[in-house]
């Protein structure tokens, strides 16, 4: 098995996640790691491309969006990280788009895990100014998120990148089952 990871973090809290994935692989499994910036082109000799995204607009951020729609004919892992609870409806919604976008663009999703994690400083401080002058953007600081922030600041924690890479592992078991399977 041979798998590809692709990552795009703002923040770190994405790339996180991706090398507890690489790292998490189990051994014999051919591996690679990149940035979204650094990906190959042709991803061919590949068995399984994890994708993975911070989420921006409810869904991939742009340039991990603009990848997936160049990205076909493969077997997908999707995961992502947010700074809003992962197991809410809108956490749920996120990664959905995302494996959504995936299908579209001829891919199979294997397998998918959402995380929490942080907003950049730069975010953070565009959405304090935008609380003095727009308040009603939905995305203005407001007590309420500042304390969300606050809670999340420290993940993705070890527990979450166990989990994505127990996930990753799984799908890998079942998906080598398969191929044995069919012969």
């Known amino acids: 098995m041979n798998v590809l990871i692709i ?4 923040s770190g809290c994405t ?6 994935l690489y790292n998490g692989l189990p051994a014999g499994v051919e591996k ?9 082109e042709n991803l061919d000799t590949y068995d399984l ?10 869904g991939p951020n742009n340039e991990m969006m603009k990848f997936i729609e160049g990205c076909s004919g493969k077997k997908v892992f999707v995961f992502a990280t947010l700074a809003h609870p992962a197991d809410t409806e809108y956490g749920c919604q996120t990664i959905l ?5 995936v299908e579209e663009a001829g891919n199979e ?15 953070i401080a565009r959405f304090k100014a935008m609380a003095e002058t727009d308040a009603g953007n939905p995305h203005a ?7 969300r922030y606050e809670v999340l600041k420290d993940h993705p924690t070890e527990a979450e990148c166990a989990l994505a890479s127990e996930r990753l592992n799984e ?5 080598e089952g398969i191929a044995k399977l069919q012969g």
Not at 49 to 58: H, I, S
Not at 109 to 123: A, E, K, M, R, T
């Open 49 to 58: 491309v994890a994708l993975g995204y911070w989420v921006d607009k409810g």
């Open 141 to 147: 600081m407001t007590p309420e998120k500042a304390l």
């Open 15 to 20: 790339k996180r996640i991706a090398d507890a």
């Open 97 to 101: 788009r995302g494996c959504k976008l």
């Open 109 to 123: 999703v294997v397998g998918h895990f959402v995380g929490n994690g942080v907003l950049s400083p730069q975010v």
């Open 171 to 175: 799908r890998l078991r079942y998906l």
């Open 7 to 10: 990552y795009s973090s703002l």
């Open 32 to 40: 690679t790691i990149v940035p979204v910036k650094e990906a190959p």
